[in-house]
């Protein structure tokens, strides 16, 4: 019910920049521009269903997984003021930074515009071991399932681009012990060596482009084929950000679930110990 | 015959830094340390093979598919000087960035140290339609067959991070009509809107982390657990990005002939046509 | 609603021989006794469901694709009285065993026992060519497809186990020409050699077993591990037979909907035309 | 080299009657007529070099899996003499039968005809609680394996067809008691309930036609769509059966791994022991 199909007859005769009204029609010959459809965020609902019955496993399992919004419109939060608990409604974990992107983002939604941003995720307490060794690296199936999310353009493990611009000496992170274990001392590769968890935490970090339905005059054509100047009305948010956010979180969970049973028959003596055999 | 297994024997005593080591050891509680194992470049040989009959494939569709090394150890090639026909061992489309590059390298080389980059990877003349709309988008399989290659921390579509800081009005691409046709002005998305080509370039990039194997003095723990301080010997190349393009290009290949395979059931009067019926 | 939870309460104590009850505790630890878990025939309607459109796309293909009881409880159709048209609640293609099925039924119903019996499915006017050449035959995804339905025990493509007994020179379908086309004389493979349709019409069979839910007297353990004497209660059907004839149809079309689309990259000029290209 | 493509060269110009020759044709447009392609017995060594490694899995934990012809030309093993010792060129764990198979075949291979026949595959000490519920049941994944061997026509598990013609009082499996563990009297299931091991004896049978190469006179067409006798060439074998015995036990061997693997994660208590926490 909460769809107002009404808000979107107008769309229905035009291609909006930035969306998939355009690539619908070219692949099915069809599209439900009500916002109901396959390319609509509420999609993501049962993404977010299935993410939190992922999440009680990893909970069993002590593995602490959380994703927040690390930075909104070029604003970005401060680790020295990270704060878990910030509560406001741009999911950012740094009250002060969140003040500066409410201001902007309400100045950008003044002029009819939209704002993007940067998800990081973290998992902690992860068993190193986990993700396969060739195609289905724990960094490969994190990045399909954070690319599958619409208005996702980028992702990066640890230092990922960053890492593309520094040296060796600098990007690998030295072993250590620490309490009788292996560990690292840095965390570059963002908890993974070879596609394999390494014990360290994983950090990973999820491009979010501006929301593209913006009420400001843009430039297209319509189901016609002619051009036309159109202004999008509707409900339409400045930001996307702050709720992809749980989307995230709720991707992250599944992979991380589904490469958790992976593992398991990675030993042979693991098997047979599991089978009491 | 290569694989000069005598260069690994003081590695299998410990854990490289950088490496997938000590992911392997965690997991399986076994490592091939002489350099064959599934965490060897060596592994991308069946990817590159499997890429040359796909690329095969996308020549009889008339797509022109190519990569090629955007930027190493931070020197990034200058789009004014774009040579595709540019031959240097670094795969750089620019022959004065490949100088500055070979310099760069031999001098990091020289310190024992190694260099990242960035691959770029171009898809002209495809046709839009391809990707599926929700988990099998376009941007989601190429991301994960990218992060399936070793030393590859991060993927980006078109504008990818920078997107996210930028605002609806600057990133929408806006629609045209050209030569009868719907095109885009501009390519901010890289080529895809909703996960599903869009009929523009595919445009992406892949970073790619500096070699870890180094021969400057590291920090690591052996695999009897003491701490130490190594520098690996053997032929350690102080850049994999060059070799790299060749991988990234067939793993896009691979991607790109199974999406148009799978596109080809999207309508109903397309798949009675192709049946005669 | 229709589920009726009460008539369950006392089967929650005791594993119903024939019945899924104790695997499921032996796999889950719990199980789900009031008929509508995962081992219930309630499951199939989503099959039955998602075989509808798959039926929808055979139609536009002029494929016809039917499946009818040929046997049940021993008595089978007599194919010289074949009528697809026969309407009785059997689903038997022949009115007159179909009442000595009524008769039969009834007495088994009369001593609180059940039957089980056979089912034949037909596609015709498939295409030559489908099929996977490999692992996954036609027959293969057929056999899986059908032995996925709860209480089938048995697969046969066109002659099956007959053709286990009979000889190459009985068993080989001559090739003819026909109206200019390549056709077979006889049909005892069931329209598929090598895994791949032959043109010929698609025959395969299914066994049902009886139902084991029955009112008789039967002996069996509780879940306290103490034996002991039932008698099920409840709506129990003598057999499953003529329903199961819906969800064999559906799991056929779902199967030949597939392959269908996977055949359609068979050739590389297939995909060319395709494309336009 | 063992292909001798030589023998072959007459076949290119025919369809042998039986054979995926024309199957091929229509698919692919092409055939590889020379012995080594898709639809050529030789593809299954990769089955069985992969099934010695599943097997050695199965070892492990104590699951002993064998298959051996049940039933050659109509003559079928008697199982008061079942010796599994019993060595003799047809797989048949009864001299007796292989005798009279031996003299049954040799009069069939001098009218250049062939035979089929019946293998049946048994795992013992198999733990209950291994195959998935729905679509992924042990039968189902058994039947695709089954049927994606060349040649197989068939297949059924426990009584599979003869349970078809049975009732609910015979064909259920009494729960008994024994040695404190739940037990079943007989076996008439094959060991598993709602596609879900039992614990008892998993058996299955598989129908594999007789071999369709035969050098006696037969009707077909060549490529040239002119309808001619044919009397096949070359190195063929009067019946596959006794080779097919070891293709059967190594995709049993594939399955049976691949479902107790999957099975690790059917209680969430198991993971947590599996993983410590």
């Known amino acids: 019910k909460n769809q107002r199909s009404a808000d979107y007859s107008e769309i229905s005769q035009y291609y909006r920049p930035g969306h998939a009204d355009y690539t619908f029609d070219a692949k099915y010959g069809f599209r439900d521009y009500r916002g109901g459809g396959r390319s609509s965020a509420r999609e993501t609902i049962g993404r977010v269903a299935a993410g939190a019955v992922a999440e009680k496993i990893l909970d069993c399992l002590g593995i602490r997984l959380y994703a927040y919004a690390k930075e909104i419109g070029g604003i970005s939060i401060d680790y020295s003021r990270f704060d878990r608990n910030a509560c406001n409604p741009f999911n950012m974990p740094d009250a002060q930074a969140a003040a500066q992107v409410e201001a902007y983002a309400a100045a950008r939604l003044q002029e009819g515009d939209s704002v993007g941003g940067i998800i990081e995720c973290v998992a902690e307490n992860l068993v190193p071991g986990i993700g396969e060794p060739v195609f289905d690296k724990l960094d490969a199936d994190l990045a399909k399932a954070m690319l599958s999310i619409g208005a996702v353009k980028g992702f990066e493990m640890g230092d990922g681009f960053a890492a593309a611009r520094s040296t060796g000496l600098q990007n690998n992170d030295a072993f250590v012990m620490s309490g009788g274990r292996v560990a690292k001392k840095t965390n570059h590769s963002g908890g993974t060596l070879g596609g394999i968890s390494d014990g360290a935490d994983l950090v990973f970090r999820v491009a979010v482009k501006p929301t593209p339905s913006i009420s400001a005059q843009q430039q297209t054509v319509g ?26 979180e709720a991707m992250a969970a599944l992979v991380l679930a589904d490469q958790i049973f992976e593992n398991m028959t990675a030993k042979m003596d693991g098997i047979m110990q599991f089978y009491g055999r």
Do not use: C, N, Y
């Not at 100047?229 to 989307?247: E, F, L």
């Open 223 to 248: 189901r016609d084929g002619k051009e036309r100047t159109v202004s999008i009305k509707g409900r339409h948010d400045p930001m996307v950000v702050p709720r992809a956010v749980v989307v995230v």
